[in-house]
């Protein structure tokens, strides 16, 4: 089975602070991906990458970067924290356009 | 209009029973639509993915898509209380290639 590994499950930081959320995907997989997730807002998109050093920007991109240097890792930056990005962070991977997504455990992020 | 819609429930059937789960989309271009399966505190499991016109069973599982109409369902039967979830569609953007998610429609399934 493909396995996407999220680094942490629980994470709670200061804000202000600089936040790295790292995802790892053990398939080979082409195309990883970054969603938030919130009560009454559901999954929305954040950054995807088709690639490696490749990435495209989502639907709330903004106080966000990406970053993939390696095809098994895609890492999400939080360059500023604030209380509004307090979230379930998901990422995900899948092996082509037309493949369904294989989600990792999530973090859960508080920023206080 | 949003993008992917659907009855947020709770939907509430009895043991063994069919539940039906509906879902509507606006953008004409998607080919591909995914349902995921999401347990209160996990992340969304893929259950179902279908592609063409028509229904696609697997096991206890049948998709259902009218691209016509922009219309995928999802029917379960034999209704297990183990079935007790949100499930998420989410069909595939046509112009990028990323999903989008819908809310999600939370069934409960009642012994």
């Known amino acids: 089975d493909v396995k996407v590994t999220q680094s942490s499950r629980y994470l709670v930081k200061r804000t202000g602070e600089k936040v790295f959320l790292e995802c790892v995907q053990d398939?080979?997989?082409?195309?990883m991906f970054w969603y938030r997730q919130d009560p009454g807002l559901g999954l929305r998109l954040i950054y995807f990458s088709y690639d490696v050093k490749m990435k495209e920007k989502g639907d709330i991109p903004e106080g966000y970067s990406v970053s993939r240097e390696k095809k098994e890792r895609f890492s999400l930056i939080l360059e500023s924290a604030s209380t509004n990005q307090t979230s379930m962070y998901l990422c995900?991977?899948?092996?082509?356009?037309?493949?369904?997504?294989?989600f990792g455990s999530g973090t859960r992020l508080t920023v206080v | 209009q949003k993008e992917v819609e659907q009855n947020s429930g709770p939907l509430s059937v009895p043991e063994g029973a069919i539940a039906s789960l509906n879902c509507t989309y606006s953008?004409?271009?998607?080919?591909?639509f995914f349902w995921y399966r999401q347990y209160s505190g996990k992340s969304p499991e893929l259950i179902m993915s279908i592609y063409s016109n028509g229904d696609k069973e697997d096991g206890r599982f049948t998709a259902q898509l009218n691209k016509a109409s922009q219309y995928v369902s999802l029917l379960i039967r034999d209704s297990q209380p183990s079935d007790s979830a949100t499930y998420l569609c989410a069909p595939q953007r046509g112009s990028q290639g990323n999903l989008i998610f819908g809310k999600g429609t939370k069934l409960s399934v009642k012994p």
């Open positions: 398939m080979d997989h082409e195309n």
């Open positions: 995900a991977s899948t092996p082509g356009r037309d493949y369904g997504y294989t």
């Open positions: 953008d004409r271009v998607s080919q591909s």
